[in-house]
C-alpha cells in the first residue's frame, strides 16, 4: 500500500534513515543515522556509528522522544532497511505510543525528505568527502545539523529556518520581515507594481504521498 502522512505542526511525523559516509580507509563506511520532524525539517536526532545496528536505532529514538518530550501519537515513517523493521525498534515504539509507516519496495520518493537532506548534507561545500575518523565525522556533523537546524533558510519552508517552524517562531519572524518590506514599499513604491509585498509563508501541512489531488 501506497504509504500516505500528514503534519500539521512539528513533532507529529517524523522521518528518518541511513546514509553511508565514506572514510579515508578504502570500503569502510561510517553510518549516519538521522530524524527529521516532517512538518518543519528540523533534524530532531541523529548519531554516527561504524555499523547499521537496530539496537543503537533503538537507542537513538528512546533519547531523541525523550529529549522532545513527545506524547503518545508520533507517526515514524521510514524505508524498509533492517535497522528501520527490526523487532527491538517496533517493540520501542509501539511502548512509546508510536506508530510506523514503511515505504514501498523500491520506491524512494516514499522517503523523499530524508533523501533530499542527505543530498543538502553531501553537496556542502565544506564536505570532506572522506572521513578520518568518527570524531572527525561527529565533528563535522554537529556543525553541519546545527547550520541546518538554525541558519538554513530553507527553499520548502518559504526561507524561514527549520528552528523557527519547529520553535514557534514564524510570526515572530514574519513581523519583522513584513516591517522591512514595508519600509521599502513606502520608500520606493513605484519598485512594486503589484502593491505592498507581503512576506511568503511556510505550508501549513506538509505531506508524504497526499491522499487529496492537489495538496501541497
Known amino acids: 500500500a501506497t504509504p500516505s502522512l500528514t503534519a500539521t505542526a512539528p513533532n507529529q511525523v517524523w522521518n528518518w534513515d541511513i546514509t553511508k559516509l565514506a572514510t579515508t580507509s578504502k570500503g569502510v563506511f561510517l553510518m549516519a543515522y538521522v530524524i527529521i520532524d516532517l512538518f518543519s525539517r528540523y533534524v530532531v536526532g541523529w548519531l554516527l556509528a561504524r555499523k547499521e545496528c537496530q539496537h543503537l536505532a533503538a537507542q537513538l529514538f528512546a533519547e531523541t522522544i525523550a529529549r522532545h518530550g513527545i506524547e503518545p501519537g508520533l507517526q515514524v515513517h521510514a524505508d524498509r532497511g533492517s535497522a528501520m523493521k527490526s523487532d527491538t525498534l517496533a517493540q520501542l515504539l509501539a511502548s512509546l505510543g508510536a506508530s510506523r509507516s514503511f515505504s514501498r519496495p523500491h520506491v524512494s520518493d516514499d522517503n523523499a525528505f530524508?533523501?533530499?537532506?542527505?543530498?543538502?548534507?553531501?553537496?556542502?561545500?565544506?564536505?570532506?568527502?572522506?572521513?578520518?575518523?568518527?570524531?572527525?565525522?561527529?565533528?563535522?556533523?554537529?556543525?553541519?545539523?546545527?547550520?541546518?537546524?538554525?541558519?538554513?533558510?530553507?527553499?520548502?519552508?518559504?526561507?524561514?529556518?527549520?528552528?523557527?517552524?519547529?520553535?514557534?517562531?514564524?510570526?515572530?519572524?514574519?513581523?519583522?520581515?513584513?516591517?522591512?518590506?514595508?519600509?521599502?514599499?513606502?520608500?520606493?513604491?513605484?519598485?512594486?507594481?503589484?502593491?505592498?509585498?507581503?512576506?511568503?509563508?511556510?505550508?501549513?501541512?506538509?505531506?508524504?504521498?497526499?491522499?487529496?489531488?492537489?495538496?501541497?
Do not use: C
Request: no cysteine.
Open 114 to 216: 530524508s533523501e533530499a537532506q542527505f543530498k543538502t548534507l553531501k553537496y556542502q561545500p565544506d564536505y570532506p568527502g572522506l572521513f578520518s575518523s568518527e570524531l572527525h565525522g561527529r565533528g563535522w556533523l554537529q556543525d553541519f545539523f546545527g547550520w541546518h537546524n538554525d541558519e538554513h533558510h530553507h527553499a520548502s519552508l518559504a526561507l524561514f529556518t527549520p528552528a523557527d517552524v519547529f520553535h514557534g517562531r514564524v510570526e515572530e519572524v514574519r513581523a519583522v520581515r513584513q516591517s522591512a518590506l514595508d519600509a521599502a514599499y513606502h520608500a520606493h513604491p513605484e519598485r512594486f507594481p503589484h502593491g505592498p509585498p507581503r512576506v511568503p509563508m511556510p505550508p501549513t501541512a506538509v505531506h508524504i504521498n497526499p491522499l487529496v489531488a492537489g495538496a501541497l
